[in-house]
């Protein structure tokens, strides 16, 4: 090999890539022409095998936002809304700073993707499990007690915690900072693996 060659190979080995973790990279990444992709990460995330994936938002459309019932009604864009397996409202949103009332900023996506799935005269059983997932590329200060990197969420009676009132509401948080530890105990985890 000349050195004419090596330099080559070298400065092709020094491109930089697109960080996933920004917003517009991210949905271009998970759009409807990587379906594969998306289902792989999603299926990693939730553990569970997705036969359908039907794409409110892959397509970036305006499907993203949120529905609002009156005007002056705050706006919510997400990044990433799917149907999974005709059973399950999802949405994934990648946050690259921690930003206040992020919790709440969550729980109110949730809020609406849930009941944004009934119209009038609907019956209440429609009502579909709705996931909200979150990666967030800093450390949740009311988390830092804990040690692993994917906590899930749902709503527990106070005193019986393992009673679970309705696995209609789930909630999936990802810490990327605590992902490297958890990655070198268990490289086989796929979920560390994406992340």
């Not at 271009?28 to 569970?48: E, H, M, R, V, Y």
């Not at 994934?92 to 992020?102: D, G, H, S, V, Y």
């Amino acid at each position: 090999m000349n050195n004419e060659t090596i330099t080559e190979t070298s400065e092709q080995n020094n491109k930089k890539l697109l960080d996933p973790k920004i917003d517009a990279v991210f949905q271009i990444l998970f759009s409807k022409n990587n379906l594969d992709i998306t289902k792989a990460l999603l299926s990693a995330i939730l553990g569970l095998e997705i036969k359908q994936l039907t794409n409110k938002t892959l397509s970036l459309d305006l499907n993203k936002i949120l529905d609002r019932t009156y005007p002056l009604d705050k706006i919510g864009v997400l990044d990433l809304r799917a149907q999974i397996n005709n059973e399950i409202e999802l949405d994934l949103e990648m946050q690259m700073l921690n930003k206040e009332a992020l919790i709440e900023r969550i729980l109110w996506y949730w809020s609406k993707m849930y009941s944004s799935q009934l119209s009038s005269g609907d019956d209440y059983p429609k009502l579909k499990k709705t996931i909200e997932i979150l990666i967030v590329n800093e450390p949740i200060p009311k988390l830092e007690t804990i040690e692993k990197p994917c906590t899930k969420w749902h709503i527990r009676e106070e005193e019986l915690c393992s009673f679970v009132l309705t696995n209609k509401l789930e909630i999936i948080i990802i810490e990327l900072p605590k992902v490297k530890q958890a990655f070198l105990e268990k490289p086989e985890s796929l979920l560390y693996q994406w992340m």
